[in-house]
């Protein structure tokens, strides 16, 4: 009885390590900053743009021997507008989360194509005559390498979906703009 109870207990540790090294190989934690390139169009054809930056903490999970998962990370992000006299700056939350595509080229390279949503929440609603919108929602697409097991290079576009932005000028009409951003990032994944 006793042989039996200790292959059991030896049974339930080997799972119990192989269920934890698979969880710690499907999930990944890192960190993603980079620069946002905002271009705005108003209804009027003036078009602005302005470079901004963003960062925070990702997580990525993946499939192993598959490829496809999922890339999500809680931003803050800088993005901005050019007025005539003056600059505004749009900051806030962007969480983009993607479905991400990987095809490794050995260990050390894999070349990445992601697209999903992005919510961006705005911090301010109102600055300079611009009227934004608190929540603006998004379609990222990208494509990007994996360098190391460690470091990932990205480019994305963001695709508005709706208007972002409100302005009314001297004459008392109202323009309305959308927001298009790319974005280059770099990740470091612990």
């Known amino acids: 009885m006793k042989k039996v109870i200790s292959m059991m207990m030896i049974a339930v540790c080997c ?9 710690a190989q499907l999930i990944k934690w890192g960190v ?3 620069v946002n390139v905002t271009k705005i169009d108003f209804d009027n054809g003036i078009e602005d743009d302005m470079a901004g930056f963003f960062i925070g903490p990702m997580a990525e999970v993946t499939i192993p021997l598959v490829g496809l998962g999922v890339d999500a ?3 803050f992000s800088q993005k901005g507008v050019k007025a005539e006299s003056d600059a505004t700056k749009q900051a806030g ?10 095809i490794g080229l050995g260990s050390t390279l894999g070349i990445f194509i ?8 705005d911090f301010k609603s109102e600055e300079h005559g611009y009227e934004k919108k608190k929540a603006q929602i998004g ?3 990208g494509a990007g390498l994996k360098l190391l097991s460690h470091l990932q290079v990205g480019v994305n576009y963001n695709i508005p979906v709706g208007d972002h ?15 298009k951003t ?6 470091y994944i612990f």
């Open 139 to 141: 379609i990222n697409v």
């Open 32 to 34: 993603k900053g980079g």
């Open 73 to 75: 990370a809680l931003l």
């Open 114 to 121: 992601a697209a999903g949503p992005d919510f961006y929440f």
């Open 182 to 187: 790319w974005q280059i990032s770099l990740a």
């Open 165 to 179: 932005f409100e302005f009314v000028d001297a004459a008392e009409k109202v323009w309305k703009g959308k927001d």
């Open 93 to 102: 939350l962007d969480i983009p989360v993607n479905l991400k595509y990987t």
């Open 15 to 23: 799972m119990f390590m192989a269920t934890t090294t698979a969880q």
